[in-house]
């Protein structure tokens, strides 16, 4: 078994520290902290995009309040708005209303005096008539003539009689 | 047919010495410098471009490095930091070198119980000197398991000690026994399948279902003695 020649041990063991020693240099000295500097340096970039990310995602929270507030208030402004021409409008009609209930009302008095005299007036009349139909009548039926006056006073006391 | 065991020999490549000590260039010593440098070469050009999305070269290197720096935060603890380039190393070492080995013609520099043996001394005695340079003679009270009744020690104590003494034996033996016995059954099966010629189809079959269980091993094993390191460094710093 070759791995009993114990001439062979010196210089395996010789060649194994030299070999071990310079790859343990290696290794600590270029290969490990090239490797953990790009690892590092992922992962700092990772960091960085992810508090960029985050950043981003706060100013977009922002504006959506912004907006929100924005909306809100133009909300409200509108409603204001509709109230305000609501009511100047309400006002105008009922301006409006006023002004026709008020030309209705003096029509409707001027009518009313318009019936009340052709009523005063055909009254009037109704006495007068009814001495014409009486003297008319009293010369017809009895022969009786009858002067205007003395019938419109008959009349007008018969009238008054009845009243 | 050449010896199954005929791979694992040292074949001199430049003979030295200095001061008397056997310092000869040969295949163990070849093999170790081209583990080496595929290890430099796979993990220096696959971070070269600094990619933020790393391509396939550069997902390997990353992954090697955050696999072995979760195994130390998570079996070692924060103080383990400082210890990570030499778990590191000692992975990627045993890890290149378990695998170079299972190319054909290659030299397996694990399959050596030198070698495992050195790797698992500088670990046992690393750690040993670490815990005491930590916990001064309080470091001693690692043997006696805390909560055990006091007349139980002159039994507790011993096993611990022993059982503390045969770790680097059964770390360096489980990477070596592991690597020479696959190797040497590949050896085997290969040697079927010359052997049967057109039969030889049968132990194909199984070489090829063994060369995958090895790679698996291969890694493994790397695996696992880096796990027991982290496991004796996390004893060494916190105690029990």
């Known amino acids: ?163 | 047919m050449a010896s199954p065991l005929q791979q694992f020999e040292i074949k001199t490549i430049a003979s030295a010495h200095v001061g008397g000590v056997n310092v000869s260039f040969t295949n163990s010593s070849l093999f170790m410098l081209i583990a080496i440098t595929a290890i430099t070469a796979f993990l220096v050009i696959g971070v070269r471009k600094r990619a933020m999305v790393p391509g396939r070269m550069q997902s390997l290197a990353e992954l090697s490095y955050e696999f072995i720096a979760g195994l130390v935060r998570d079996n070692v603890g924060h103080a383990g930091r400082a210890y990570f380039p030499f778990i590191f190393t000692l992975f990627m070492f045993i890890l290149f070198c378990n695998t170079i080995g299972l190319i054909p013609y290659t030299f397996t520099v694990t399959s050596h119980i030198i070698v495992t043996f050195a790797l698992a001394a500088i670990v046992f005695i690393g750690v040993t000197i670490i815990g005491i340079a930590r916990h001064g003679m309080k470091w001693f009270s690692y043997f006696f398991p805390p909560g055990a009744p006091l007349y139980m020690a002159p039994l507790l104590v011993p096993i611990e000690v022993l059982s503390y003494l045969a770790r680097p034996v059964t770390l360096s033996l489980r990477l070596f026994a592991n690597m020479m016995a696959g190797h040497t059954m590949l050896k085997v099966f290969a040697g079927f399948v010359i052997a049967l010629g057109l039969f030889g189809v049968a132990p194909l079959v199984i070489l090829i279902a063994l060369y995958m269980l090895e790679l698996i091993v291969a890694v493994l094993q790397a695996f696992v003695f880096t796990i027991l390191t982290c496991l004796y460094l996390h004893d060494a710093l916190h105690l029990h």
Do not use: C
């Not at chain 1, 290969?31 to 992922?42: C, H, K, N, Q, S």
């Not at chain 1, 508090?51 to 909306?71: I, K, V, W």
């Not at chain 1, 007036?121 to 001495?131: F, K, P, V």
């Open chain 1, 1 to 163: 078994m070759p791995q009993l020649d114990v001439a062979s041990y010196a210089p395996q063991l010789v060649w194994l520290a030299i070999s071990f020693v310079i790859l343990y240099l290696l290794m600590a000295r270029v290969a490990l902290p090239r490797i953990a500097g790009v690892l590092e340096e992922r992962s700092k970039r990772r960091e960085d995009n992810l508090a960029r990310a985050e950043e981003h995602e706060r100013d977009a929270a922002a504006t959506a309040q912004a907006y929100e507030a924005a909306l809100a208030e133009a909300r409200s402004r509108a409603q204001a708005e509709l109230g305000k021409a609501q009511e100047t409008a309400k006002a105008r009609a009922d301006a409006e209303l006023a002004r026709v209930d008020a030309t209705l009302q003096s029509r409707v008095r001027e009518a009313e005096d318009a019936i009340a005299q052709a009523r005063t007036a055909a009254l009037a009349d109704a006495a007068g008539i009814a001495a014409e139909i009486a003297r008319l009548a009293a010369h017809k039926l009895a022969g009786l003539s009858i002067d205007e006056a003395a019938a419109r006073s008959a009349a007008d006391a018969a009238t008054r009689a009845r009243a």
